[in-house]
């Protein structure tokens, strides 16, 4: 099994509409983060968190909110979804030391029409 | 704040040749980490090499090795006897060495692609 998931991993939404991406992870690592990637931008940090009650802006949280329910669990809503929030949405975890390696779920591919 | 560059949006290889990719980072830190990651069309990132800043030994993982120039904020990726397999997004990181400073900053990518 996957340590990292993400759950859709494809959904086309409307206008307006409330969308949450789910991200779970099994490595015990207390270190989770959101990126969305466009084409020609690499990836962008919307928020992290390093444990449940930690919670950071990254440098594009604008339209997005995050809860960490678990230590293991970390949501991305977005509250009324707009058309230039389609993107490729990742997950990933880190843990405390080391290289602090991120490990990346297989992302989620979001359309808003 | 840091800024990483990757200025070949993308470069061709044929198979069994060597490739190296560029990216360069801009920083006033002293201690700080370097990451390449590859996305292939399954579109997971997987990391391929990592190398910390205050080691001057330029880090290899098989076919795959960087020349790190700290002093020209450099960090190119050099991939040897190029494989199909190997044909994907390559992704340059760099993050912060101090504690609680684990946000990776990316470049915009490299699209490599094998020539059979």
């Known amino acids: 099994d996957a340590d990292v998931t993400q759950t859709p991993r494809n959904r086309i939404t409307k206008t307006g509409k409330r969308i949450m991406l789910e991200c779970s992870q099994t490595k015990g690592h207390d270190r989770m983060y959101w990126y969305r990637q466009d084409p020609g931008l690499g990836l962008r940090l919307i928020y992290y968190?390093?444990?449940?009650?930690?919670?950071n802006k990254g440098e594009i949280s604008d339209g997005y909110s995050v809860s960490r329910q678990a230590q293991a669990k970390f949501s991305l809503s977005l509250e009324s979804a707009i058309p230039n929030q389609t993107a490729l949405y990742f997950c990933a975890t880190s843990e405390e030391r080391g290289y602090n390696e991120q490990f990346f779920g297989p992302g989620t591919r979001l359309t808003v029409l | 704040a840091q800024t990483v560059t990757q200025s070949q949006p993308e470069m061709s290889v044929q198979e069994a040749e060597t490739v190296t990719l560029s990216c360069t980072y801009d920083?006033?830190?002293?201690?700080?980490?370097l990451f390449w990651y590859k996305q292939p069309p399954s579109r997971q990132m997987i990391l391929v090499i990592r190398?910390?800043?205050?080691?001057?030994q330029n880090a290899t993982e098989n076919r795959f090795s960087v020349n790190f120039q700290k002093a020209a904020k450099s960090f190119s990726l050099k991939i040897s006897d190029s494989q199909l397999g190997d044909a994907a997004m390559y992704f340059c990181a760099y993050r912060r060495g101090n504690f609680g400073n684990e946000k990776l900053t990316f470049g915009t990518g490299t699209r490599l692609t094998i020539i059979p």
């Open positions: 190398q910390e800043a205050y080691k001057q």
């Open positions: 968190s390093f444990d449940v009650k930690d919670i």
């Open positions: 920083t006033s830190e002293s201690d700080y980490y």
